[in-house]
């Protein structure tokens, strides 16, 4: 492959005596706007030969043409001069009517004044840090929490403290403690970031229970709660569960969601539910962001709506999404080894997969790449460097067979290296995950943990905690 | 003018970096007039050479294939004069293990290490000498890939415990993998040009990084994460000592063009360690090469001009 990178358009480059004179300029808080040598190797998933289960791409091939055509057709003759032309703020009416619809099918009612459109969900957290966040300010955040969520609360210097998940999502019992510690510390976290359905990158769902629970602390301790749900309408098996937002009605919980994963994230559409006072002042952050988000892409969306049943695709994707999941599970249990555990997401796009703690998933990358497949390496979705064995796989973007081979080859890699830790500490050979074939269960738990012991053989697990799955301290201390 | 291809990118770890350097090159040598074109190596690299038929390639390729001597094996076959180091140096110096080995058998002071492949640990019994291997080479233990550039698959074992991981972990990018005493000290890096038929070793460069304890891949690449100090303020006779030695490594491992020798100055001795050579140095905006020929009064296009300069034609062609 050739890319011309179009020299002639660059601008001279600077000489080496001026980086200093950069550096010297750059905010205090790009010092935690960390690149990172997983980016170096991320940029290597873009190669056409590369399986890249790394992304968080919805299919958006599934998307007909024709349809496409026909709704910027609409957008042209019934819309073309607003289409063109700068917005409101906060988003134009009648695509706040098709939220509303979409928040509806969740079982939430919304009133349009309490909407705030945004580019993207993204947007979202990006706007409520802008609005809550001083350098210093704590956020809690789920352990691992949304991998392009850290960035930004990097970027406004916040102290991200994680709590623990387990199977049943965020783990009350560790928030209460968390917020317990703070307080002792005199400190007050400004919000708590959760993605309760089919968390990415864990692919675990908050259940009722607990919904309650965190919305009554929230009530009690005054703490406002930024719910993310990308993902709550692509719900494959189980019952769907009230959003948070439904069961605060709107006091504490600021709500977000998004075009991108029911219809396309090229039309960067996202939106926030927030109490009045919160929402106006994320409209002036906005203001100062982008004055608007796209026209034509909010009229593209309003068209599509009024085109016809916007559920019938949203129910063409679960159908695509759960066969793809199913696939991946299945292709886990046979090619990952009995040392590996992994989540069953009722719905989403994710799969956490969790290793013995000897594998760095960054440096099994690296070599994951040499065989043309590639994952997230668990630590994106941490700030303290935990997350080191772990990995997120998404099984939304590619096709079922490339599912199939792409498992195929990180498990051999994988296998690969547990036979060499075996090798090294005289542990037994690696053996292949005892799942029956067709079963989404995680083989064993446990495995070797210990550098200097020789391992025993795991035994195959009914029922996995999957606190440890997802490779969590007992107690984090906050702070 | 001559018609220059950069080669760039490629498919190693170091592809990002690597496109940086060749598009800095490409700026530089399109201001000195050249004609400029750029290659991402890839599948079609020998094509795309045999049609555009450069007078000259200048090697921008870090990492994989670029440094091993792999595409200067394949300029020598087309008869494409290039920069740089010619194969057999190349292949000397990108395998840290060779490198070493050809240093201690010269008596070039090198982190005391040993070196195994996969087999060895597979089919040997390696393992069963680690013990024996810590116990001279003392913790903390340095494991790292024996081909890998920048910094990407070492680690610091600083335990018994650690050292399987860490191996494990080098294993990732290449079959053989190097355990390293560790020297606490300074990380100083002596670039040397070709010049006027000799060599010279440019003002040293002092890595200071600004939050890790190490000197790690992320920080040696994004400005504001390490401080670089050039000159380095360490006394001229260690100044001298470095850059004698590090002239030493350039002719010992036969070096061509310009490249760059690491090395440590250990706290409280003052003893100097090489650590490596390379072949093909970053010639990005925090590169370490482009700072000490600017320090030397030697701006980034003169330096792109002296290594086009410098390129040697191919063997086949000058035999």
């Given at each position: 492959m050739t890319i011309d990178e179009s020299p002639r358009s660059r601008p001279p480059r600077s000489t080496a005596r001026d980086i200093e004179r950069y550096a010297s300029l750059f905010a205090e808080r790009t010092k935690v706007m960390k690149s990172s040598a997983m980016r170096d190797l991320m940029a290597?998933?873009?190669?056409?030969d590369v399986i890249s289960l790394a992304g968080g791409l919805p299919d958006t091939s599934t998307f007909p043409p024709d349809s496409y055509a026909a709704l910027m057709s609409t957008v042209a003759a019934d819309y073309c001069s607003r289409a063109l032309q700068y917005g409101p703020t906060e988003g134009f009416a009648p695509l706040k009517r098709c939220i509303v619809k979409v928040m509806a099918a969740e079982g939430t009612t919304i009133a349009p004044d309490d909407l705030l459109v945004t580019t993207g969900g993204q947007q979202v957290i990006d706007l409520v840090c802008k609005t809550l966040l001083d350098p210093g300010d704590v956020v809690i955040a789920e352990a691992p929490t949304y991998p392009g969520a850290v960035p930004t609360f990097c970027a406004y210097q916040a102290d991200v403290v994680q709590v623990a998940m387990d199977r049943d999502g965020m783990r009350m019992d560790e928030l209460e403690a968390t917020l317990a510690g703070l307080e002792r510390d005199g400190r007050r976290p400004k919000f708590i970031y959760t993605v309760p359905n089919f968390h990415n990158p864990a692919g675990v769902t908050m259940s009722l229970e607990r919904r309650h629970e965190l919305v009554r602390i929230a009530h009690e301790r005054e703490l406002l709660v930024l719910e993310d749900n990308p993902y709550g309408l692509l719900r494959y098996e189980g019952t769907p569960l009230p959003t948070l937002r439904s069961i605060d009605r709107g006091e504490y919980v600021i709500y977000a969601s998004t075009f991108s994963k029911i219809l396309?994230?090229?039309?960067r559409l996202g939106w926030a539910a927030a109490p009045r006072p919160v929402l106006q002042k994320m409209n002036i952050g906005k203001q100062s962001s982008d004055l608007c988000s796209s026209s034509i892409t909010q009229f593209f969306v309003t068209a599509y709506f009024e085109a016809g049943p916007w559920e019938d695709y949203v129910r063409s994707l679960i159908e695509i999404y759960r066969r793809r999941r199913d696939v991946m599970l299945d292709a886990l249990a046979e090619h990952f080894p009995r040392e590996a555990e992994w989540t069953h997401p009722e719905g989403g796009l994710f799969i956490w997969a969790t290793l013995p703690d000897y594998i760095d998933t960054t440096d099994l990358l690296a070599r994951a790449l040499r065989e043309n497949v590639a994952f997230v390496p668990g630590r994106a979705a941490f700030v303290d460097g935990r997350g080191g064995s772990s990995m997120r796989l998404n099984f939304s973007g590619v096709g079922e067979d490339e599912i199939r081979e792409g498992i195929r080859r990180i498990g051999e890699v994988v296998r690969e290296q547990v036979g060499m830790y075996g090798t090294l500490t005289g542990a037994r050979a690696v053996s292949t995950a005892s799942a029956a074939p067709g079963t989404d269960r995680p083989a064993a738990a446990g495995g070797p943990r210990s550098g200097a012991a020789p391992a025993e053989p795991a035994q195959p697990e009914a029922d996995p905690a999957l606190a440890k799955i997802l490779r969590l301290p007992a107690n984090r201390k906050a702070g | 003018m001559s018609r220059v291809a950069v080669l760039k990118g490629g498919r190693s770890l170091e592809r990002q970096v690597s496109l940086k350097s060749g598009a800095r090159v490409q700026d530089a040598l399109e201001r000195l007039g050249h004609e400029v074109i750029p290659i991402d190596v890839g599948a079609d690299l020998v094509a795309q050479l045999m049609a555009d038929r450069p007078d000259i390639a200048l090697v921008a390729l870090h990492g994989r294939d670029g440094e091993d001597g792999t595409v200067q094996e394949l300029l020598e076959a087309m008869g494409i004069p290039y920069t740089g180091s010619r194969v057999s140096a190349c292949i000397r110096a990108s395998d840290k293990v060779l490198a070493k080995h050809a240093m201690r058998d010269r008596g070039v002071p090198t982190p005391d290490f040993f070196a195994f492949s996969e087999t060895a640990f597979k089919d040997l019994g390696a393992a069963q000498a680690l013990p024996a291997i810590e116990e001279r080479l003392q913790f903390p233990i340095v494991v790292k890939p024996a081909a890998q550039g920048s910094a990407l698959g070492i680690k610091f074992a600083r335990t018994a415990h650690d050292v399987p991981a860490a191996l494990v972990a080098a294993f990732s990018y290449d079959r053989k993998v190097l355990l390293e005493r560790h020297v606490v000290g300074r990380d100083l890096a002596v670039s040397i040009i070709d010049e006027d038929g000799g060599r010279r070793p440019l003002p040293i460069v002092e890595a200071v990084p600004k939050e890790e304890d190490f000197y790690d891949f992320e920080a040696r690449y994004e400005i504001g994460r390490t401080s670089f100090v050039c000159?380095?303020?360490?006394?001229a006779e260690i100044a001298e000592r470095a850059s004698a030695l590090a002239l030493e490594v350039y002719d010992l491992l036969g070096c061509a063009g310009f490249a760059r020798v690491d090395l440590m100055l250990k706290n409280e001795t003052h003893e100097l360690f090489v650590l490596e050579a390379n072949v093909i140095p970053g010639l990005t905006e925090t590169s370490l090469l482009p700072q000490a020929a600017d320090a030397a009064g030697i701006g980034f296009d003169e330096l792109v001009g002296r290594i086009l300069a410098s390129a040697g034609s191919p063997a086949a062609a000058r035999a």
């Amino acid at each position: 492959m050739t890319i011309d990178e179009s020299p002639r358009s660059r601008p001279p480059r600077s000489t080496a005596r001026d980086i200093e004179r950069y550096a010297s300029l750059f905010a205090e808080r790009t010092k935690v706007m960390k690149s990172s040598a997983m980016r170096d190797l991320m940029a290597l998933i873009e190669r056409d030969d590369v399986i890249s289960l790394a992304g968080g791409l919805p299919d958006t091939s599934t998307f007909p043409p024709d349809s496409y055509a026909a709704l910027m057709s609409t957008v042209a003759a019934d819309y073309c001069s607003r289409a063109l032309q700068y917005g409101p703020t906060e988003g134009f009416a009648p695509l706040k009517r098709c939220i509303v619809k979409v928040m509806a099918a969740e079982g939430t009612t919304i009133a349009p004044d309490d909407l705030l459109v945004t580019t993207g969900g993204q947007q979202v957290i990006d706007l409520v840090c802008k609005t809550l966040l001083d350098p210093g300010d704590v956020v809690i955040a789920e352990a691992p929490t949304y991998p392009g969520a850290v960035p930004t609360f990097c970027a406004y210097q916040a102290d991200v403290v994680q709590v623990a998940m387990d199977r049943d999502g965020m783990r009350m019992d560790e928030l209460e403690a968390t917020l317990a510690g703070l307080e002792r510390d005199g400190r007050r976290p400004k919000f708590i970031y959760t993605v309760p359905n089919f968390h990415n990158p864990a692919g675990v769902t908050m259940s009722l229970e607990r919904r309650h629970e965190l919305v009554r602390i929230a009530h009690e301790r005054e703490l406002l709660v930024l719910e993310d749900n990308p993902y709550g309408l692509l719900r494959y098996e189980g019952t769907p569960l009230p959003t948070l937002r439904s069961i605060d009605r709107g006091e504490y919980v600021i709500y977000a969601s998004t075009f991108s994963k029911i219809l396309s994230p090229g039309v960067r559409l996202g939106w926030a539910a927030a109490p009045r006072p919160v929402l106006q002042k994320m409209n002036i952050g906005k203001q100062s962001s982008d004055l608007c988000s796209s026209s034509i892409t909010q009229f593209f969306v309003t068209a599509y709506f009024e085109a016809g049943p916007w559920e019938d695709y949203v129910r063409s994707l679960i159908e695509i999404y759960r066969r793809r999941r199913d696939v991946m599970l299945d292709a886990l249990a046979e090619h990952f080894p009995r040392e590996a555990e992994w989540t069953h997401p009722e719905g989403g796009l994710f799969i956490w997969a969790t290793l013995p703690d000897y594998i760095d998933t960054t440096d099994l990358l690296a070599r994951a790449l040499r065989e043309n497949v590639a994952f997230v390496p668990g630590r994106a979705a941490f700030v303290d460097g935990r997350g080191g064995s772990s990995m997120r796989l998404n099984f939304s973007g590619v096709g079922e067979d490339e599912i199939r081979e792409g498992i195929r080859r990180i498990g051999e890699v994988v296998r690969e290296q547990v036979g060499m830790y075996g090798t090294l500490t005289g542990a037994r050979a690696v053996s292949t995950a005892s799942a029956a074939p067709g079963t989404d269960r995680p083989a064993a738990a446990g495995g070797p943990r210990s550098g200097a012991a020789p391992a025993e053989p795991a035994q195959p697990e009914a029922d996995p905690a999957l606190a440890k799955i997802l490779r969590l301290p007992a107690n984090r201390k906050a702070g | 003018m001559s018609r220059v291809a950069v080669l760039k990118g490629g498919r190693s770890l170091e592809r990002q970096v690597s496109l940086k350097s060749g598009a800095r090159v490409q700026d530089a040598l399109e201001r000195l007039g050249h004609e400029v074109i750029p290659i991402d190596v890839g599948a079609d690299l020998v094509a795309q050479l045999m049609a555009d038929r450069p007078d000259i390639a200048l090697v921008a390729l870090h990492g994989r294939d670029g440094e091993d001597g792999t595409v200067q094996e394949l300029l020598e076959a087309m008869g494409i004069p290039y920069t740089g180091s010619r194969v057999s140096a190349c292949i000397r110096a990108s395998d840290k293990v060779l490198a070493k080995h050809a240093m201690r058998d010269r008596g070039v002071p090198t982190p005391d290490f040993f070196a195994f492949s996969e087999t060895a640990f597979k089919d040997l019994g390696a393992a069963q000498a680690l013990p024996a291997i810590e116990e001279r080479l003392q913790f903390p233990i340095v494991v790292k890939p024996a081909a890998q550039g920048s910094a990407l698959g070492i680690k610091f074992a600083r335990t018994a415990h650690d050292v399987p991981a860490a191996l494990v972990a080098a294993f990732s990018y290449d079959r053989k993998v190097l355990l390293e005493r560790h020297v606490v000290g300074r990380d100083l890096a002596v670039s040397i040009i070709d010049e006027d038929g000799g060599r010279r070793p440019l003002p040293i460069v002092e890595a200071v990084p600004k939050e890790e304890d190490f000197y790690d891949f992320e920080a040696r690449y994004e400005i504001g994460r390490t401080s670089f100090v050039c000159p380095a303020e360490i006394d001229a006779e260690i100044a001298e000592r470095a850059s004698a030695l590090a002239l030493e490594v350039y002719d010992l491992l036969g070096c061509a063009g310009f490249a760059r020798v690491d090395l440590m100055l250990k706290n409280e001795t003052h003893e100097l360690f090489v650590l490596e050579a390379n072949v093909i140095p970053g010639l990005t905006e925090t590169s370490l090469l482009p700072q000490a020929a600017d320090a030397a009064g030697i701006g980034f296009d003169e330096l792109v001009g002296r290594i086009l300069a410098s390129a040697g034609s191919p063997a086949a062609a000058r035999a």
